[in-house]
């Protein structure tokens, strides 16, 4: 009986690495990922009149977005701001801006129908640098969070859930502004998906259910055998 036990463990052990990384990749067909390069003219225009793109998917709730500012700015007043909508016709969208150096101010802002703009973060000087990534991110159970590097942002803010379909992009203040930008890009990376269409999902309590259960068979054995040899 415990040749048997043992030889279940060590069947389930091998297999556990080479099942995760084949269903990883070929069964969860809800992940999405669509990548972004923003040139610096996109943020040569008035936020009234920014620069649209749409997506080639709908990332729907649970999704991590990365921007990595590379743009070289035009005049120590300019601003790049990125814009993440639901959809454009409905002023429902999350905000990442980042000013021009040497303040290199960032912030993150959320703009709803039912409440309005409201700032959420804001670094006036030393907010970001070329170097370092912003992350955005959101989940079904945490919200929507935001770091820089190490440093947190925001973090778990309801914002009654949130699926990135078209992403703005401007960075002037009026018409007669100077351009903010002049060279460069924004890269922008997302990926989402839902963890439970994917069958690996449930491995971990399956393979704990059998562990357990293979446990107590060996225990009560073990029992019986104790008082048998009495």
Same mark, same amino acid.
Request: hydrophobic share 40%.
């Given at each position: 009986m415990h040749r048997a036990i043992l030889?279940?463990? /060590?069947?389930? =052990? +091998?297999?556990?690495?080479?099942?995760?990384?084949?269903e990883s990749s070929t069964m969860n067909?809800?992940?999405?990922?669509?990548? /972004?390069?923003i040139p610096a003219a996109a943020f040569?225009?008035?936020?009234?009149?920014? =620069?649209?793109?749409?997506?080639?998917?709908?990332?729907?709730?649970?999704?991590?977005?990365?921007?990595?500012?590379? /743009?070289?700015?035009?005049n120590p007043n300019g601003n790049a701001i990125?814009?993440?909508? %639901?959809?454009?016709?409905?002023?429902?969208?999350? %905000?990442?801006g980042m000013g021009s150096p040497p303040d290199y101010r960032l912030w993150v802002a959320v703009n709803t129908p039912e409440d309005g703009y409201f700032l959420i973060h804001e670094e006036k000087t030393g907010g970001w640098s070329p170097g370092k990534i912003v992350t955005v991110q959101h989940t079904s159970n945490g919200g929507l969070s935001a770091s820089i590097g190490?440093?947190?942002?925001?973090?778990?803010?309801?914002?009654?859930?949130? =699926?990135?379909?078209?992403?703005?992009?401007?960075?002037?203040?009026? =018409?007669?502004?100077? +351009?903010?930008?002049?060279?460069?890009?924004?890269?922008?990376?997302?990926?989402?998906?839902? +963890?439970?269409?994917?069958?690996?999902?449930?491995? +971990?309590?399956?393979i704990v259910g059998v562990t357990g259960l293979l446990i107590g068979v060996l225990i009560k054995t073990k029992k019986r055998e104790a008082v048998a040899s009495r």
């Amino acid at each position: 009986m415990h040749r048997a036990i043992l030889a279940v463990l /060590l069947l389930i =052990t +091998p297999l556990l690495p080479a099942y995760a990384q084949e269903e990883s990749s070929t069964m969860n067909k809800s992940v999405h990922y669509d990548t /972004l390069e923003i040139p610096a003219a996109a943020f040569n225009v008035i936020r009234d009149n920014a =620069t649209v793109f749409n997506l080639p998917h709908a990332h729907v709730t649970n999704w991590q977005l990365t921007i990595q500012n590379k /743009l070289t700015y035009a005049n120590p007043n300019g601003n790049a701001i990125i814009r993440l909508y %639901e959809d454009p016709k409905v002023q429902k969208f999350i %905000e990442i801006g980042m000013g021009s150096p040497p303040d290199y101010r960032l912030w993150v802002a959320v703009n709803t129908p039912e409440d309005g703009y409201f700032l959420i973060h804001e670094e006036k000087t030393g907010g970001w640098s070329p170097g370092k990534i912003v992350t955005v991110q959101h989940t079904s159970n945490g919200g929507l969070s935001a770091s820089i590097g190490q440093q947190v942002l925001v973090d778990n803010l309801d914002v009654a859930g949130f =699926t990135v379909r078209d992403i703005e992009a401007a960075g002037m203040d009026s =018409t007669s502004s100077p +351009p903010s930008t002049s060279s460069g890009d924004v890269s922008i990376t997302i990926v989402s998906g839902d +963890p439970a269409q994917n069958p690996i999902f449930y491995m +971990p309590f399956i393979i704990v259910g059998v562990t357990g259960l293979l446990i107590g068979v060996l225990i009560k054995t073990k029992k019986r055998e104790a008082v048998a040899s009495r």
